[in-house]
Structures are given as C-alpha cells and as structure tokens.
C-alpha cells in the first residue's frame, strides 16, 4: 500500500454525467503494478451515490461501504466505495470507483483507458539492428535486424518485429483484446509451432496511442513464454505476472 496526491485533474463519467471531478485525486497502489484514483468525497456528487447492504473487507484497508452510482440513464451496482474507519486514515474521507464500472476517465482534457497511468512508469521505443530470433516449441517464428524495442518500466525488453519478419502463416487471430494506458488496445494471435497452438502469445497494437505510435502494426511476443535469442544469445526468460 502506497498512497500519494495526484497533480492532475482527474474526471469520472457514468451516463452523460459527471459522477466525480478534482484536483485533489490520490493515487493509491492497491497492487504493485498501477494505481487507482481515489476522490475527495467533497470532489464526489454524492447525491448520484445510494449507498448498499455490499461491505468488503481489505487487510490493508479495513472495511469498505459500498454506493450504487446513478447517473443519467445509467446504474452501475456498487460500483464506488468508501473505507469510513480504514487503518489508513489518510483513505477515511475518500471515494474509489470502479474503473471498469464507470462510462470515461479524464485526466485534464484526455481521456485515459484501462487505469490510472503511474508516474513511476515510463514507456522508450527505440530503433534496433539487432539480430533477433522468436523459437516457440523449436520453430523459428520470427527472425529480424530490423526491430523497435520497447523498454517500459518493470518490465522486460518487448521485440517489436515487422510482419514481413514474422511467419505470420503460423499466427492464428484470436477473439483477445487487451488495453494498456499507454499503448493503446491490442489484438492478439495464437502461435501453432509443431502439435501446439499456443493461444495469445503474440500481439500487435495496430492504432497505438500518439506515444507509442513506432509499434503500430509490429508484433511482439512474451519473453515469458517463448525462446528469445538476440545477437547469436539465448536470452533466459524472464519472471512476471505475465509468466
């Protein structure tokens, strides 16, 4: 548990409406990976929050009350809460509400997806010439001197690869689709390599957010679950929630 003020103005909507706008947002980190906005109950229209029987119960933070947030056309069961007598006193007189509950998330004038966006987390693209080789199951599935590399905090190296490098005869489009804050939404592929198709190991990003915008269109692959050899070294894979 880690909680600090937020610099930005942070908006929340649900059915066309405000439901939550301030300047005094805490980024609490609930997990290690990312932070979750909580807002000042002054920041709140409360009168959109009808408070349940739904308590639940934190060991970090103790008992939460659970409210029904109504706006506009719109009802969203439990969907924020309050830890009124948390250990954490700082939490006391704050409101969290679930991100994927709500309709639109704004920080300043832009609206973020997925979760809140850690200002620990920075995202670096970088061109490379660099020989790398994707084996999945013995089968080389990629092999590229052409690369962009994507170093994100916390995170392992990602080899982005252009098409034209991959054996995209052996990639499968799936139905998953992921989000990142600061990439953008991913599509995804199945590997087949000898008897097994692998689902989800490989993903592209084909309309990234303004920052990420070198890896549209290239393909990465999960160090995690796929042998990796870069200059002629086979890299160890490496350990994360991803694994």
């Known amino acids: 548990m880690r909680v600090e003020d937020s610099p930005k103005r942070v908006r929340v909507y649900l059915g066309g409406e405000v439901v939550a706008d301030t300047r005094n947002a805490k980024l609490v ?12 109950r002054a920041d709140v229209r409360t009168e959109l929050l009808v408070v349940t029987d739904t308590v639940t119960h934190s060991p970090s933070r103790g008992d939460a009350q659970h409210f029904t ?4 056309a719109k009802e969203a069961t439990d969907a924020a809460w309050q830890y009124v007598e948390s250990p954490i006193e700082e939490l006391r007189d704050l409101v969290r509400f679930d991100w994927e509950a709500m309709d639109a998330w704004f920080e300043e004038d832009e609206e973020v997806f997925t979760h809140a966006r850690s200002p620990y987390t920075r995202v670096d693209i970088l061109e490379s010439s660099r020989h790398v080789q994707v084996v999945v199951n013995g089968v080389t599935v990629a092999d590229s001197h052409h690369l962009k590399l994507l170093f994100e905090t916390g995170l392992p190296t990602r080899y982005y690869v252009p098409q034209v490098d991959v054996r995209m005869d052996l990639l499968t489009p799936t139905e998953t ?9 991913a599509h995804t592929w199945a590997v087949r390599a000898g008897d097994e198709a692998i689902p989800d190991l490989a993903w592209s990003y084909r309309a990234p957010f303004r920052e990420s915008l070198p890896i ?7 160090n995690e679950k796929v042998d990796l050899i870069v200059d002629g070294e086979a890299l160890e894979r490496p350990h994360t929630h991803f694994s």
Request: hydrophobic share 40%; net charge neutral; proline share 12%.
């Open 216 to 222: 549209a269109g290239l393909v990465a692959f999960y």
């Open 69 to 72: 947030v109504k706006a506009g």
């Open 177 to 185: 689709v992921t989000h990142c804050p600061y990439k953008g939404e």
């Open 29 to 40: 980190w609930e997990v290690p990976y990312f932070p979750q906005y909580y807002f000042p």
